[in-house]
T-cell receptor, first 114, second 119 residues
Framework: GNSVTQMEGPVTLSEEAFLTINCTYTATGYPSLFWYVQYPGEGLQLLLKATKADDKGSNKGFEATYRKETTSFHLEKGSVQVSDSAVYFCALSGSGGSNYKLTFGKGTLLTVNP | GAGVSQTPSNKVTEKGKYVELRCDPISGHTALYWYRQSLGQGPEFLIYFQGTGAADDSGLPNDRFFAVRPEGSVSTLKIQRTERGDSAVYLC?????????????????FGPGTRLTVL
């Protein structure tokens, strides 16, 4: 079945540091890939997505590129801010009839210090 | 407009009791999903409704879990004879029907969750 493996946390960075959170996946066919973010006390929000190989998703300075050859979708940001402190989840939805079903990684807690 | 809302935000119950968790989706969203997030884990799919019917309940862990959506809007997740292992955050999400979105995968909007603790 489908699975997502993401970098174990927690990750602690200083403001303006470079961020990478690794994510790899196992899936049949051509899944869509997502990064969700959960800010303290809030629900999960979609951060960015990519629906086919070599697509780059981007939002709020975050980027991730769908790499089919390495089955990866690593999240990056060039300069993090304190307000980026949150839990980040990598996820996929399968192709075909069950494309509504999201499979999530375990989440990575990011803390950014001023 | 209003997002997905879930009530209660917290529920503490005793082993063996029955609980109901409620989800109010975004108005106009015909698809509704329940996920369960155990401590230190990502959310896991439980059930998907398209309108009033459960299109996929393959994620429900056993027959103690049941969900309904009688009028195609509000949904209730029901858990009978609760066990300590049922303790988790139960998340609800809603989306436009993928069919209405022209076959494109439709973004799921999540509620804040209900934290269930079974003592």
């Amino acid at each position: 079945g489908n699975s997502v493996t993401q970098m174990e946390g927690p990750v602690t960075l200083s403001e303006e540091a470079f961020l990478t959170i690794n994510c790899t996946y196992t899936a049949t066919g051509y899944p869509s890939l997502f990064w969700y973010v959960q800010y303290p006390g809030e629900g999960l929000q979609l951060l960015l997505k990519a629906t086919k190989a070599d697509d780059k998703g981007s939002n709020k300075g975050f980027e991730a590129t769908y790499r089919k050859e390495t089955t990866s979708f690593h999240l990056e940001k060039g300069s993090v801010q304190v307000s980026d402190s949150a839990v980040y989840f990598c996820a996929l939805s399968g192709s075909g009839g069950s494309n509504y079903k999201l499979t999530f990684g375990k989440g990575t807690l990011l803390t950014v210090n001023p | 407009g209003a997002g997905v809302s879930q009530t209660p935000s917290n529920k503490v119950t005793e082993k063996g009791k029955y609980v109901e968790l409620r989800c109010d989706p975004i108005s106009g969203h015909t698809a509704l999903y329940w996920y369960r997030q155990s401590l230190g884990q990502g959310p896991e799919f439980l059930i998907y409704f398209q309108g009033t019917g459960a299109a996929d309940d393959s994620g429900l862990p056993n027959d103690r879990f049941f969900a309904v959506r009688p009028e195609g809007s509000v949904s209730t997740l029901k858990i009978q004879r609760t066990e300590r292992g049922d303790s988790a955050v139960y998340l609800c999400a809603s989306s436009l029907s993928p069919r209405l979105a022209g076959g494109l995968k439709s973004e799921q909007f999540f509620g804040p969750g209900t934290r269930l603790t079974v003592l």
